[in-house]
T-cell receptor
Framework: DGGITQSPKYLFRKEGQNVTLSCEQN?????MYWYRQDPGQGLRLIYY???????QKGDIAEGYSVSREKKESFPLTVTSAQKNPTAFYLC?????????????FGPGTRLLVL | AQTVTQSQPEMSVQEAETVTLSCTYD???????LFWYKQPPSRQMILVIR??????QNATENRFSVNFQKAAKSFSLKISDSQLGDTAMYFC????????????????FGKGTKLSVIP
C-alpha cells in the first residue's frame, strides 16, 4: 500500500528535551511538508522540502529543525527552544516540486509536554 | 500575504439534505489553487476537491461541488445528499501557483468549519 506514515501516534516530551517526529512516504513524491495544528485553528506550515538535501522555512519554523537526506523521509525535530510544542503535527507530500500538485497528508502525531 | 476566512465555525445538516460551507480568501495573485480538505474525528486530512483559478468551470467530485467566484474571491463547498460519514471539520485552503515567487507550493488554511450530519 502506498501512503504516508507518521510515528509515533502520541509523543511525550519533557522540559528541555528534543524530540523527533518521523514521516515516511512510499509514493515517490518529491516534495514534503510539516504542519502544526492547534485546537480551533487551521494548519500552519513549519518547514517544507521540494527536493532531497534542500528545505525551506515556513511560517512558524522557530524552535524546529528538519533534514531531508532521503526522498522518502522528512523527520521533524522539536527542540527545547520551542516553548509551546503541544500540538498535532501533520506531515504531507506532493508529487512534484515544480507543479501545483495536491498535498496528501499522513495520519499525524500528537505531541504532549509532561 | 494570503488569508483564508471561513465564517461558519459550526454547521449542522439533516442526513440526505444539502449544505453549503463558505470560504473567502484574499490575494493579489492571479494564478492560484483552492482546496477543500476534510478532517474526520480520526484527524486524518483528506482531500475533498480542488479548483484551479484559471478554470471557469466549477469542480465537482461525486456529491461534492464548489461555487468558485473569482471576482468575489469566494469558494464555497456544497455537499449534496449528506451522509453520516460527512461529519468532520472542513478546511478551505489556498495555494499560490508556481513561479509566483516566495510562498509558492505553500498551503494557507482557514480555521475550519465543524459539520455535523444529524440522523
Amino acid at each position: 500500500d502506498g501512503g504516508i506514515t507518521q510515528s509515533p501516534k502520541y509523543l511525550f516530551r519533557k522540559e528541555g528535551q528534543n524530540v523527533t517526529l518521523s514521516c515516511e512516504q512510499n509514493l515517490n513524491h518529491d516534495a514534503m511538508y510539516w504542519y502544526r495544528q492547534d485546537p480551533g485553528q487551521g494548519l500552519r506550515l513549519i518547514y517544507y522540502s521540494q527536493i532531497v538535501n534542500d528545505f525551506q522555512k515556513g511560517d512558524i519554523a522557530e524552535g524546529y529543525s528538519v533534514s531531508r537526506e532521503k526522498k522518502e523521509s522528512f523527520p521533524l525535530t522539536v527542540t527545547s527552544a520551542q516553548k509551546n510544542p503541544t500540538a498535532f503535527y501533520l506531515c504531507a507530500s506532493s508529487p512534484s516540486s515544480r507543479l501545483e500538485e495536491t498535498q496528501y497528508f499522513g495520519p499525524g502525531t500528537r505531541l504532549l509536554v509532561l | 500575504a494570503q488569508t483564508v476566512t471561513q465564517s461558519q465555525p459550526e454547521m449542522s445538516v439533516q442526513e440526505a439534505e444539502t449544505v453549503t460551507l463558505s470560504c473567502t480568501y484574499d490575494t493579489s495573485e492571479n494564478n492560484y489553487y483552492l482546496f477543500w480538505y476534510k478532517q474526520p474525528p480520526s484527524r486524518q486530512m483528506i482531500l475533498v476537491i480542488r479548483q484551479e483559478a484559471y478554470k471557469q468551470q466549477n469542480a465537482t467530485e461525486n456529491r461534492f461541488s464548489v461555487n468558485f467566484q473569482k471576482a468575489a474571491k469566494s469558494f464555497s463547498l456544497k455537499i449534496s445528499d449528506s451522509q453520516l460519514g460527512d461529519t468532520a471539520m472542513y478546511f478551505c485552503a489556498f495555494m499560490k501557483g508556481a513561479y509566483s515567487g516566495a510562498g509558492s507550493y505553500q498551503l494557507t488554511f482557514g480555521k475550519g468549519t465543524k459539520l455535523s450530519v444529524i440522523p
